[in-house]
């Protein structure tokens, strides 16, 4: 690999890794308004989130084409040992943005299972409150009284 390729490998790496610091905040930052309700701002930060994400997917791809130079067959060995002989301070960042990558999935996982469980919950609050106005609902369309003797107590009773 030439200079301007060991230098154009470090940018793209410390790009992706700053790229994935900023995602890891933003699932942080997600989990935190997931965990206190604050329902409203999770539209503006899932366009962020999805607007980072593709960044993500391209900064990815620029460093497998960089890396595709010299390593044929990638896999994590590969460019562990080829940046260990070839780009030692690569080695540093790649092994960061390794750790990051692990620490936003599972982030995204967490947030996730927290969105599923919010999610259960709304449709469990929303049945309460449907089968609750079905049985107070007295009158029907005609203004008429929808109540049928032997469906529950009479009005009145104790």
Request: aromatic share 4%; proline share 3%; hydrophobic share 40%.
């Amino acid at each position: 690999m030439t200079k301007i390729s060991v230098t154009q490998l470090l940018a793209a790496f410390k790009s992706e890794s700053l790229a994935l610091d900023n995602f890891v905040a933003l699932l942080k930052k997600e989990q935190a308004m997931l965990v206190e309700n604050l329902t409203s701002q999770l539209i503006e930060l899932s366009e962020q989130k999805t607007t980072l994400a593709i960044s993500l997917n391209d900064l990815a791809q620029a460093r497998r084409a960089l890396l595709q130079k010299n390593i044929p067959a990638l896999s994590l060995d590969s460019i562990g040992a080829w940046l260990k002989t070839n780009c030692p301070e690569g080695l540093i960042v790649w092994q960061k943005i390794l750790i990051s990558a692990k620490d936003s999935q599972r982030l995204n996982q967490a947030n996730g299972e927290l969105i599923q469980m919010k999610l259960r919950h709304n449709q469990q609050s929303l049945a309460v409150l449907s089968n609750a106005f079905n049985q107070a609902n007295l009158y029907g369309p005609d203004g008429q009284t929808s109540f049928k003797p032997g469906s529950g107590r009479s009005l009145g009773s104790v």
